[in-house]
């Protein structure tokens, strides 16, 4: 007698979409490029930004220079130093981001090497991430000040030297 053909086991399908965002984020952003590109316009945007605060300095700077007085030229001096330490800052944070990662995995590893239980290296974790980020927020902090106070004083003798050439000049502006 011959026996009965048997259907395949059908197992049954899920409702599947054909790409999930979350998936597809992941893969992008797993990319390196995808970061250079973000990194790059970034800073394409803080860099117009910061230049169109700068053109609307020099312009109100301008309207408002008189030949007997310099505190127009401080202010827009220390305007443009608050903006370029500000610039600086960022700049300099985009970098010790990731020193500061590699910094605290690093120290977490050889705490793992010497021998750490498991409960110890959690609460020093939490203690190098703290301490580690407060040392970074110092120094950049410290150092925006110090790109802020050297922008500033340059601006202002650059600033003053420009205004005395302009009276020299007759009004004459030569750029």
Do not use: H
Not at 105 to 114: D, E, K, P, Y
Not at 123 to 152: P, Q, Y
């Amino acid at each position: 007698m011959a026996q009965p053909k048997q259907q395949p086991l059908q197992i049954p399908q899920q409702n599947q979409s054909p790409i999930i965002p979350s998936n597809f984020l992941i893969k992008i952003m797993s990319k390196r490029r995808t970061w250079v590109i973000l990194f790059i316009s970034v800073y394409t945007l803080l860099l117009s930004i910061s230049w169109n605060f700068l053109n609307s300095v020099l312009s109100w700077y301008e309207s408002t220079v008189s030949e007997n007085s310099g505190w127009p030229a401080l202010y827009a001096s220390v305007l443009l130093g608050l903006a370029f330490g500000v610039l600086s800052m960022v700049a300099a944070l985009a970098v010790a981001v990731p020193a500061t990662l590699v910094t605290w995995i690093t120290i977490l590893v050889l705490l793992t090497f010497a021998g750490k239980p498991r409960r110890d290296l959690v609460s020093e974790g939490k203690k190098l991430t703290v301490d580690i980020t407060r040392f970074v927020v110092k120094v950049l902090i410290k150092e925006g000040n110090v790109v802020a106070a050297l922008c500033a004083i340059i601006g202002y003798f650059v600033l003053v030297r420009r205004n005395k050439q302009d009276g020299n000049n007759g009004g004459a502006v030569d750029y």
